[in-house]
């Protein structure tokens, strides 16, 4: 894992101000002339947000902790309005939402810009695409050059602007890491597209979407060795297939593909079944040895990363364990299940605690919205967090304190990983 560049705050003598030394990655973008509002949580951290009057609140995250689809269940949830951006290494998507609905996107992805979807759609030519780049300025942008020179109609543009922000948003679900935040403000009126779904039906669509990635990956990774096939390609993909002829990888041809890594994927399934495309075997490491020659076990694979919500899970085990070393009735967490907090009746209806303190998360879930998506997730998600923030309360008078502090400091840092 790369290093991550640091900043380092330097501390002005008396009544002089303090200073912020950042490295050079951290300080490429940013200007004298827009200066940023520090948002303290020291001694932990602080986050820079560039000053605007329109900004009425921020919440920010690693999408490790809190994925894409469950971000996007605080919004569509609560209505709200403002610019999420999410950002994976060098790739960075940005989507404005009004009143939980999203209105406009922009991406740092070459084939999620206006100019090269234009000409997916077939709606101008390349040609044509290349002289309204060369008449782009920093006041007149590219949609508006290309009604201008009359290659592009009104209606046109915006069927494309929709059809944009509607790719960005869905190939947000092919992010699983990096960071994401979220400004909340009323964006701004000019370039705001009414999509046709609704908000909640492209998180349902872009969940499928980024199962699909998941899915994909693993049978397809980038390293396996592919070959140009036999049989002959599909209209169109001649030059990508012959960039194969000679064997590659699928990470080598995915540079040259313009499009979502889902359709990428999606088109190497296909061509693997018609024979256009060939996946070789990649031969694996040879078998580590024991001096005597026999064969030294093979390690299992790596676990998958808990969600939010069994690490929260996880944490109400601990502490009904820790109840239990310490000679009391754990029994004692089962006062929340019978009289939940108001608010949290439907969530909690027909659950139990288990014999190791744990709950029953799917039926939580189905309770608070039958199970659908990413609201389902952010409202389990909440309601969990109430019961384990009731655990700690109740337990902490039969706990020693030292144990007692151990799980309050692994509930803060749980709930620090989450905002």
């Known amino acids: 894992m ?17 200073t912020l030394e950042l490295e050079r990655p951290l300080a490429a973008n940013l200007s004298p002339h827009h200066p940023l509002a520090a948002h303290f949580h020291s001694p ?28 996007l269940g605080h919004i569509l949830s609560g209505i709200r309005s403002g610019q999420l951006v999410v950002q994976s290494g060098l790739v960075q998507r940005t989507v404005s939402f009004r009143d939980g609905q999203p209105v406009f996107a922009v991406s740092s992805v070459p084939h999620e810009r206006l100019g090269a979807v234009v000409v997916r759609l077939g709606l101008v030519t390349p040609e044509q695409l290349h002289h309204a780049l060369g008449k782009v300025t920093p006041t007149l942008r590219i949609g508006a050059v290309l009604t201008r ?18 790719e960005v948003m869905l190939n947000l679900f092919e992010m699983s890491e990096g960071s994401f935040l ?8 000019a370039d705001a597209v ?5 908000g909640k039906d492209l998180v349902l669509q872009g969940i499928k979407r980024g199962e699909g990635v998941a899915r994909l990956r693993r049978h397809f990774p980038d390293e396996t060795p592919v070959v140009a096939g036999s049989e002959l390609p599909p209209p169109g993909e001649e030059a990508l297939l012959a960039r194969a002829a000679h064997g590659t990888t699928l990470g080598a041809l995915r540079s040259f593909w313009e499009g979502s890594l889902f359709s990428f994927l999606t088109w190497v399934e296909e ?9 070789q075997q990649k031969a694996g490491p040879p078998m580590p040895r024991r001096a005597s020659g026999t064969f030294l076990a093979v390690p299992p694979p790596p676990v998958a990363p808990l969600s939010p919500e069994e690490r929260f899970n996880v944490l109400l085990a601990q502490i009904h364990t820790a109840i239990r070393l310490a000679g009391a009735n754990p029994d004692l967490l089962r006062g929340f299940l019978e009289s939940p907090q108001p608010g949290l009746e439907t969530a909690y209806e027909g659950v139990t605690l288990g014999p190791d303190g744990r709950v029953d998360v799917a039926r939580i879930r189905q309770n608070v919205s039958g199970g659908d998506g990413a609201l389902a997730r952010a409202m389990t998600l909440e309601a969990i967090d109430a019961f384990v923030s009731y655990a700690l309360f109740s337990a902490r008078n039969v706990l020693p304190g030292e144990m007692s502090e151990r799980l309050y400091r692994s509930y803060r840092e749980l709930q620090e990983g989450l905002s």
Request: net charge negative; aromatic share 8%; proline share 6%.
């Open 2 to 18: 790369a290093t991550r560049p640091k900043a380092t705050p330097r501390l002005g003598l008396s009544g002089e101000p303090g």
């Open 44 to 71: 932990e951290g602080m986050v820079l947000l560039r000053e605007s009057s329109s900004l009425s609140g921020f919440f920010a995250g690693s999408l490790s902790s809190l994925a894409v689809e469950e971000v």
């Open 149 to 166: 020179e009359g290659f592009l109609s009104e209606a046109n543009l915006y069927s494309a602007m929709t059809y944009l922000v509607r």
């Open 182 to 189: 979220f400004l909340e403000g009323r964006p701004p009126e």
């Open 194 to 198: 009414k999509l046709q779904e609704r």
């Open 271 to 279: 061509r693997s079944r018609d024979g256009s495309l060939v996946l």
